[in-house]
Every structure is written in structure tokens, then in C-alpha cells.
């Protein structure tokens, strides 16, 4: 038997996360019953969104654009704080506490030789020209204090060491979030009270 | 500020069943990190299907044929069992019980006045023809019992009253599916067993 249509939109809407069988078959029938329009738009939009978006090339963050809508607002280049996150998840979570207007810098990931992520992947040679800036170019804003947001895993540490010593050799201060994210809790989960905590609380790494 | 691709993609997910602003996110972030390919195939996938997946002329089934598998199964239109459901999830979760190798007709909702639903909009004139056939013409099989399956609701049962009618003025017999799913809850949520049992133990209506 040939697979129809219908088989195939549900086959193939599970590759969304936490999406089996019966909730695609649920979101299959709920796209043709009720939502043929709006579901039709959400197919333009994702084709064109995954075809377009890719990396803001100054912090790495997701945008059809050259630089990000972060990167571009000048009340946020004025901000001489860089926050540093694995994931563009974690910059949301930080967006979110509403207590942080400076820029960010996306690794998309954490140092794991044994997955091949190497500095090369994290674009750490991009951070380091983030860092490098003395101000005096305005579309390479100054960065005084990075603050590391990376979840408190093997990983994380690693990474954060690696990122400390670019800071220090760029004379750039280092601080990390403080306590208040429960260790092995997953950051992009973290209530925007305790986020606002641990980024008040930062202390010297 | 103007939408982004991926605000507008985040937004537009919502139009998924049970996808809230937080899911709809986490979906975005996981299709542009880990699923460029999948989510670009099913953006197309869901474009043609909302675009071509119509009905069934004969069983109102989800086809983007002119007749669905089930309708020019040559094992099935020899069985002169027709199963009425209220709506695809219904028949897909009476398929799953593997207990019904008949035919099926979809109603697509049930009689609700106030709704604005008669037997227009549940295709009930179609449903007649099928019952019509003396099986004489291949392409119009032999209906000799009609089964309900009829979620346990006061529309389903108006339904049902109204298809029973139906039935006799065409000297249809008509059964309904047996108890074993509870009154109040939904015919889709039922496990295929109780299903199974609810199909082999139906009753003169
Ligand atoms: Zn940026
Ligand atoms: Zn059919």
C-alpha cells in the first residue's frame, strides 16, 4: 500500500520534540478539521524560517539578518556586559528575568572533545574578537565584563575555564551567574526570579 | 521592532493542538539546531497535504484521492459491515482495535442545532446512497448492517436516532458498539481492547 498523505504529515510531524505517534495523528487531524489556513501559514513560515535563519555573525544568535536585534539596539551596545550562554534557549531564559540590557554571545553548545566540540565549534575565535574591541569602532561595541550563564555541568566548567582565560589575556573581568540554579537542573527551565537572582548575585570567577 | 522569522515561527506553531508559547519555543530552537532537513520536508508535507487531503466521496474518510485505501479495499467493500464514526480519530481508533474489516462512514460531528450542524453537514444524504445500493454496481458495495460507533453524548445519541431511520427506511439492520467505553469519555482516548470488546459485543439498536 502506498503511504498517503496524511500518513506522511503525521510520520513526519514527530520530528518536533516530545511529539509520538498519537499526538501527531492528534495535530494531523486538528490541522485538517479546524486550522487548514493557519496551518498552511506555519508551512510557509518554516520553510522559509529554516531555510533563512541562520547565526547573528557577531554573537552567534538566531536571525534571518546579519547581526541580531540585540546586536543592533543601541541601548544594548552602550552596555559594556556580555553574557555568555550555551544555547539560544538559555539567552531567552535570560531575557526573560528582564534584568539584563547588555549583549550576548551564543556558543551553541559546551567543550566536549569526545562529541568533537572544540573552540573552533563554540566559535570562540569570534568571542575573542568580541573581547578584543577597544570601543573605538561604534559597530564593535566594548565588552568590560563577561558573565558566564552556562549550566553547572562537567562541560560548563570546562568551557568556563577556557572562556576565563581569553577574558584575562583581553584584560576583559570574568563573573559567572550566581547560586540560586539548582545544579544539574537544566538552565532554559529556571523560574525568571531565580534567573534574577543569579544575575544579581554574580560573583568573580 | 519588527517580527522576526523565528518570533513569527514560534507564534505560528501555536496552531498546534496543546502547543503553548513555551513548547512552540522549544520546538523552534530544536527544528533550526537539530532539524533543518526534517522540518523543511514536513513544512512541505504539510503544505500540499492541508492543500489536496480532501474527503472521501464515498466515506468522508481523509484521502487525497477521490476514494480513501479503505473505500477501494477490494477485502473490505466485500464485508457488508458499515462502521459510522463521528470523526477520523474515531476511525482510526476502531482500525486499531484490528477487530473491524469493514467500511466506514464519517460523520464529521454530530447533530447540533445550535451549532448550526444537520444532516447536511454530516453528510447524510451521502450516507443514504450508500445504504441505497442493492450491491448490483461493484463501485456501490452491500450494506446489510450498519454500525454505530457514536460517542455516548445526547448529539450522539440524537445522531443515532436520526441514522436509525435512516437504516429502516433502506432495510438496513443497525447495531451500536457495546458497552465498555465509559459515558463521558471520549471514543479516541479508549484503549484498542476495550475497544475490541465494545465492537464484538454491539446490540440491535
Ligand atoms: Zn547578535
Ligand atoms: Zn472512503
Redesign the interface.
Known amino acids: ?1 502506498q503511504t ?3 500518513q ?2 503525521i510520520e ?2 514527530q ?4 511529539v509520538g505517534p498519537k ?1 501527531a ?9 479546524h ?2 489556513q ?16 541562520g547565526q547573528c555573525k557577531q554573537c552567534r544568535n ?3 539578518l546579519e547581526l541580531c ?1 540585540i546586536c543592533t539596539n543601541s541601548r544594548r551596545t552602550q552596555n559594556t556586559l556580555l553574557c555568555i550562554v550555551e ?3 538559555d539567552l ?1 531564559a535570560v531575557e526573560q528575568s528582564g534584568h539584563f540590557s547588555g549583549r550576548y554571545f551564543v556558543l ?1 553548545g559546551c567543550l566536549s572533545p569526545i562529541d568533537g566540540v572544540g573552540p573552533q565549534e563554540l566559535g570562540l575565535s569570534q568571542l575573542e574578537e568580541v573581547l578584543a574591541s577597544d570601543g573605538s569602532d561604534p559597530s564593535k561595541p566594548l565588552v568590560e565584563e563577561v558573565i558566564l550563564a552556562l549550566n553547572p555541568s562537567v562541560e560548563g566548567e570546562a568551557t568556563s575555564h577556557y572562556i576565563a582565560d581569553i577574558c584575562k589575556s583581553n584584560n576583559v573581568a570574568i563573573t559567572r551567574i550566581a547560586h540560586g540554579i539548582p545544579v544539574g537542573g537544566e538552565l532554559e527551565m529556571v523560574d525568571t526570579s531565580t534567573m534574577s537572582h543569579a544575575l544579581m548575585g554574580r560573583k568573580q570567577f
Chains 1, 2 share one sequence.
Not at 520530528?15 to 516530545?18: A, S, V
Not at 495523528?25 to 478539521?33: F, G, P, T, V
Open positions: 500500500m498517503s498523505l496524511l506522511k504529515m513526519q510531524l520530528c518536533l520534540p516530545g499526538t495523528q492528534r495535530m494531523a487531524y486538528h490541522l485538517l478539521q486550522k487548514r493557519a496551518g498552511t501559514e506555519l508551512a510557509n513560515t518554516l520553510a522559509t524560517g529554516l531555510a533563512e535563519i538566531y536571525t534571518e536585534d544555547s539560544v534557549s531567552a551553541h
